[in-house]
């Protein structure tokens, strides 16, 4: 049996980035030998093992076609005669398709070291369509490697169209899309992941209710960009640049859905988008099974962030609703959430993005002082169910007033 590394660990060591998880093939080798070996069994889809001592994933050489729609529609072949170079071939991109010996020596049938070079993702071979969520890893490395000035390669882009128009993305799993889209989300330029998946249509399929975002005005006065797909790109970048987490990128993504709605003779106000949008952010969530703290924390950036750009001069009571709907005594860290997709919202816009956001300050200290209401003493005054969440509120509205006038 002859093992070799495989695909991103031998691209990344070529590009000089720290390799995180090594993937190793076996050639020449039966389930039994392995087992024999010590490596245990793992995923009932494919011939795959863990190593007894490093935890590391073994895959016995395979090769794979496509049966029937969606991931579940694959019939492979593993066997001692599959070679490293079938193996390689079925794989989906140059850069992903080259394997290494125990001595650095390099196998690399499809060109992947030249189109490292080259800074490009290109598919190895007709068999790429046989997996539609390559369509959402191009994208994602992509966004990946933006920085290093990789793209994609227009025949690998032609693909990915042809594959988003033939209805193969819907095939995908609400799970398996979901990882590609957080991954994404969390590269340091993942508004690259939605433009590449615009660029071949994909976008429009997997979210329409953001591709519908390009194309539509905002005043420029507040927006210099003016496009509304622009402006959710720039915001996303900014999230990224100020190392925001998942649920604040993915809040920033949704923040704008309800612009999508206006009817063009109103363009370019948006009255109500927050309202508005808040069943399509809905239907997005459902659609990808998104987490719960991703899910919650969009609808309420969708909701409320004009409420946020507006906190200065937002009365005591609506100050006070605020709070109260994002529950910030007992969720402090949703309520800061919230206030970073507000403000990257704010820096997201073309000539702004260095501005302070004083809202934000601003937005904590209400938060602190209707958090300094004690409940105790309410109590010791003899107030009682309905009654005491009213005397709270009194209070917290009270320390919102004073609040107000000493900022
Ligand atoms: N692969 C593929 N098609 C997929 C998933 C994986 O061809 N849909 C192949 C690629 O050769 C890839 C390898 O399997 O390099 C390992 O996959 P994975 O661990 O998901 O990705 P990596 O390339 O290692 O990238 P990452 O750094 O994102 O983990």
Redesign the pocket.
């Known amino acids: 049996m002859r093992i070799y590394k495989?695909?991103?660990?031998v691209?990344?060591r070529l590009l000089g980035i720290p390799v995180?998880?090594i993937?190793w093939v076996v050639v020449g080798a039966t389930t039994e030998e392995m087992l024999a070996k010590g490596f245990r069994p793992v995923g009932a889809d494919f011939p795959v093992f863990l190593h007894p001592k490093s935890g590391e994933e073994y895959a016995l050489a395979r090769t794979e076609r496509k049966s029937g729609r969606g991931y579940g529609g694959f019939t492979f072949h593993a066997s001692p005669e599959v070679t490293l170079e079938e193996d390689l071939i079925?794989?989906?991109?140059t850069i992903?398709?080259m394997a290494e010996d125990d001595q650095q020596n390099l196998t690399d049938p499809y060109h992947g070291q030249r189109d490292l070079e080259a800074r490009l993702l290109r598919h190895v071979s007709p068999a790429f369509a046989e997996?539609p969520?390559?369509v959402l890893?191009v994208a994602?490395f992509a966004a990946r490697y933006a920085a290093l000035g990789f793209t994609v390669a227009p025949q690998t882009l032609e693909l990915m169209r042809q594959l988003s128009e033939s209805g193969e993305l819907e095939a995908l799993t609400p799970e398996r899309s979901w990882k590609e889209i957080s991954?994404a989300l969390m590269e340091d330029q993942p508004q690259v992941f939605i433009e590449v998946l615009r660029a071949c249509g994909a976008l429009k399929v997997l979210m329409p209710e953001v591709d519908a975002l390009f194309g539509v005005p905002q005043p420029p006065a507040h927006h210099p960009e003016i496009d509304t797909g622009a402006h959710t790109l720039s915001v996303l970048q900014q999230a990224a640049l100020h190392k925001q987490p998942l649920t604040v990128r993915w809040a920033c993504l949704l923040h704008d859905l309800g612009k999508g709605l206006t009817p063009e003779e109103e363009w370019p106000r948006h009255i109500a988008h927050e309202f508005k949008g808040l069943k399509l952010i809905k239907a997005v969530n459902e659609r990808f099974k998104t987490p719960r703290d991703c899910q919650e924390l969009a609808m309420l950036v969708g909701e409320y962030h004009t409420h946020g750009h507006r906190a200065l001069e937002l009365k005591p009571s609506t100050l006070l609703e605020l709070l109260q709907s994002f529950d910030v005594y007992r969720r402090p860290q949703r309520f800061e959430e919230f206030i970073a997709a507000c403000e990257m919202d704010a820096r997201g816009r073309e000539g702004l993005e260095q501005r302070s956001y004083p809202q934000a300050d601003y937005l904590r200290g209400a938060a602190t002082a209707a958090r300094s209401i004690a409940v105790q003493p309410l109590l010791e005054k003899g107030f009682k169910g309905p009654e005491l969440g009213e005397a709270i509120k009194r209070e917290r509205l009270k320390a919102l007033k004073a609040y107000k006038e000493q900022v």
Request: a positive charge; charged letters at 55%; aromatic letters at 0%.
């Open positions: 495989v695909g991103g660990a691209r990344d995180t998880d993937d079925r794989r989906d991109l992903n398709a997996d969520l390559r890893r994602r991954r």
